[in-house]
């Protein structure tokens, strides 16, 4: 992104320049999914009201796009050309900021894909086709039926959405979470025998799995069921075995420091004060 500001300066578009170092946490996240390939990416803006703006949608949709070849990396992302456009990706950005006046930034991507199945998506908080507030790709495998299958990831994308897990078993957690969550349980606990101790965080980790692991957790659509369960009966419906092998779920602004503004001062600096 720097190299391609140093060009827009270079052009005449400085504006772009100096609007690239404030806080952008608002925007779009966007999914596209083009067969056995989904991809999810977050575009940030300064404002909400910007993130409903025709012209910045349009590009999110186009980035959304380029990002189903950018295999999850972000940078590569930025350097891909934007058809119909002379520009890539970078360039293209920092061009609308220079237009609207706000600071934008591609801040983050991810894909996934299957070998034999599908890709399923769901989007929260639409404000556009395929972009809002929360985006979700989940990876499906299985040679049975596309459109039982289909369905299905769709369901099961709308229940990471809601559920937000961890991972998708305990196994996967990172060991950091886990200590994290020992440590608390033992806190809690302080005092008790060390084999009574070590039973009660036991079942304490277990109780985490349930309620944060993708494949343990009871399923938003059906709470009689685990979402294991849940993919058993996928796989009656498809005429085939079901393996959910990896999500991804964006929300937008996750671990932006946001400034917390200075209303009066603002309304101020606007009047010339």
Not at 35 to 63: C, L, P
Not at 101 to 121: C, P, Q
Not at 256 to 261: A, N, V
Request: glycine fraction near 10%; include cysteine.
């Amino acid at each position: 992104m720097e190299a391609a500001i140093d060009r827009l300066r270079a052009k005449g578009l400085a504006k772009a320049a100096k609007k690239s170092t404030r806080i952008a946490a608002e925007g779009l996240v966007a999914v596209a999914v083009d067969g056995t390939t989904g991809a999810v990416v977050e575009v940030n803006s300064e404002t909400d009201f910007v993130a409903r703006n025709d012209k910045f949608q349009a590009m999110v949709g186009e980035v959304s796009k380029l990002a189903l070849a950018a295999g999850g990396d972000t940078e590569k992302l930025k350097t891909m050309h934007v058809p119909g456009s002379p520009h890539a990706v970078a360039e293209y950005v920092a061009e609308l900021v220079a237009a609207i006046g706000e600071n934008m930034t591609v801040r983050r991507t991810a894909a996934l894909s299957v070998t034999d199945g599908v890709i399923g998506s769901y989007v929260h908080n639409q404000a556009a086709p395929g972009m809002g507030k929360i985006g979700v790709i989940v990876a499906v495998e299985s040679a049975g039926d596309k459109a039982a299958l289909a369905e299905f990831g769709r369901m099961l994308a709308m229940h990471i959405a809601a559920t937000n897990p961890v991972a998708l078993t305990l196994e996967q957690v990172p060991q950091d979470v886990l200590a994290r969550e020992s440590a608390i349980l033992e806190e809690k606990n302080a005092g008790k025998p060390a084999n009574v101790l070590e039973k009660i965080v036991a079942s304490g980790l277990k109780t985490f799995g349930k309620e944060n692991c993708l494949l343990e957790q009871a399923y938003v659509h059906d709470g009689s069921k685990t979402v294991t369960q849940a993919i058993a009966d996928a796989a009656k419906a498809a005429g085939a075995d079901v393996k959910v092998t990896g999500y991804v779920r964006m929300l937008l602004g996750e671990g932006i420091e946001k400034k917390e503004d200075d209303f009066a001062a603002e309304v101020a600096k606007m009047s010339g004060n």
